[in-house]
């Protein structure tokens, strides 16, 4: 699946909400490569993310991950969400990789790894199990 065609998905599928202007850099098979605008309306400088917000781009990262490992073909539903706070994410760009760790016929684990600006030093670490389904 290329980039284009992962956008189209995820801005045909996802609420607004949920899509926080995401940009798809990079997809491959499993892994995808997601940049999160950065919006000044929302956060003024020196201010950080909450934790809800990074949850919500390691959700889209990751659902996005498994919207790439099936061609588009299945949705994933987060299950289960494991999530690790490294350090407080400032207010700038959020870089987000993530992959399918493992995908069966019903469920997919997936992780992803979040980044302010430059994938550097990680801000988040999240793993999820999702329960999949077909795209109608």
Do not use: C, N
């Not at 997601?34 to 919500?56: E, K, Y």
């Not at 073909?73 to 760790?101: C, E, N």
């Not at 992803?112 to 795209?135: C, G, K, N, Q």
């Amino acid at each position: 699946m290329s980039e284009d065609e992962l956008q189209e998905l995820l801005e045909a599928i996802l609420p607004a909400i949920d899509r926080h202007g995401v940009v798809v850099e990079e997809a491959q098979d499993q892994d995808v490569r997601l940049r999160f605008p950065f919006t000044a309306s929302l956060l003024g400088p020196g201010d950080i993310f909450s934790g809800p917000a990074l949850l919500g781009f390691a959700d889209t990262a990751m659902f996005a991950a498994i919207l790439a490992a099936t061609g588009g073909q299945s949705l994933g539903l987060a299950a289960t969400m494991s999530t690790t706070f490294l350090r407080p994410m400032p207010a700038a760009d959020t870089i987000a990789i993530a992959r399918v760790i493992r995908k069966g016929r019903r469920m997919a684990h997936a992780e992803a790894w979040l980044f302010d600006h430059t994938p550097v030093e990680p801000v988040l670490h999240a793993t999820a199990s999702y329960t999949l389904r077909p795209r109608s």
